[in-house]
């Protein structure tokens, strides 16, 4: 149901064109008096499509039973209404507040665990009324992985610190697993690791890390002790770039705290753990920034951390707009947007630059938004102009390599 017209068929050409995924050039749709640039990666990842398909198929297999959401499976309002509207109830908002106690289940109810996972400590009060919180379990695949990576350096007795929003679910759920075997520090971006980095290396004084890392650390975290040996793991949705800074950050700090030759006993490299959608996805988006449209629009959540990132790499090049979908383009002269830097849903007037004959639009979308609300935003758009081709006379030729290729 969440398949597009339009789009599905542009992600399925580029596959055939580019199967080793070595391009990164957008794909240009020319609708005549407008034209769109779709990057070669954005949109629903794997972990996201198989969280929806395990949701669904819960609601689908149990119509008799009461099913559960932890929280936002996703952070997208299209896909978490449609469940609320087929009776799926959630038990926590996504800051953490409980809706539904879970000593109010019993053995008989479903709980799906959303896409980011959750903490241990969730894990057992399900478990105390009897429902195993894994039996639906979405949590991404690459979540999982980095949860296993920090095991791994917990067992070789590694501290960890974590790149992340600390109060985001997935970051909560890092924090949870990793705190079972090791000490952990969350830290949100390279400007808060030259602080964590300035601590160890006792340039600022050791009260500095309370203040700012004691609401987000394990009890007793000794920034002197537990860094002499530690790892960087992230949340998947942060950029990977920030999450290389935050590691090389840290990595000077510790050479030059025990010197170069011996750096492999005391940092750890993780970079496998980086998401690999959440790579290939901004990757594909700085190479929106190569091309010259007037304007870019970038559809998803407004809670969603991955597309907050991609409207941060376009809005240095040109004037962004972040959507939730279609129903946010008012008309030609009025759009409704959010604002991730004042926290803010604004409305901008003349967006359009309907006076630009053609008008050059970058759209892409996060990874938790579904490809045919990206097909509503561009076919909105096209409705504000005249004289423009019709959809399948620009689809026509993907068509084509489609039908060659089967």
Known sequence: MYKSPIIRKVKEATKITDPMKKDLKPTLLDFGPVQFFIPRFFGFCYGVENAIDIAYRAVEENPEKSIYLLSEMIHNPTVNEDLLGRGVQFLFD?????????????????????????????????????????QFNTTCPFVEKVWKRGKQLGKKEYSLVVHGKHEHEETRATFSHSAEHSAVVVVFNPKEAVVLAEIMTKKRPLSDFEKYFGHKSTPGFDPYKD??????????????????????????????????????????????????????????????????????????????????????????SFPTYHVRD???????????????????????????????????????????????????????????????KEVDEVITPFEEKLIAES
């Not at 106690?101 to 008989?108: D, G, K, T």
């Not at 559809?299 to 969603?304: A, F, H, I, Q």
């Not at 609300?373 to 004289?387: A, C, H, N, Q, T």
Request: proline share 3%; hydrophobic share 40%; net charge negative.
């Open 227 to 316: 860094l002499q040996r530690f790892g960087v793991i992230n949340q998947t949705t942060m950029l990977a770039t920030e999450t290389q800074e935050v590691m090389d950050i840290l990595k000077e700090a510790a050479i030059s705290l025990y010197g170069k030759t011996d750096i492999l006993n005391h940092f750890a490299d993780t970079s496998d753990t980086l998401c690999y959608a959440t790579n290939e996805n901004q990757s594909a988006t700085l190479a929106l920034t190569e091309t010259d449209p007037d304007l870019a629009l970038v559809v998803g959540g407004y809670n969603s951390s991955n597309t907050m990132h991609l409207v941060e790499i376009l809005e240095h």
């Open 326 to 388: 279609a129903s946010e383009l008012k008309s030609e002269n009025h759009i409704v947007h959010f604002n991730q830097w004042e926290k803010s849903i604004q409305e901008t007037e003349n967006w359009l630059l309907t006076n630009k004959k053609p008008l050059k639009v970058a759209l892409t979308s996060g990874a938790s938004c579904p490809d045919v609300l990206v097909d509503e935003v561009m076919l909105k758009v096209l409705s504000y102009f005249e004289g423009v």
């Open 94 to 134: 996504t800051d953490g507040t409980e809706r539904i106690p879970i000593s109010s289940l019993n053995s008989e109810d479903i709980v799906i665990v959303p896409a980011f996972g959750t903490t241990l400590e969730i894990q057992e009060e399900l478990q105390k009324v009897g429902i195993d919180p894994y």
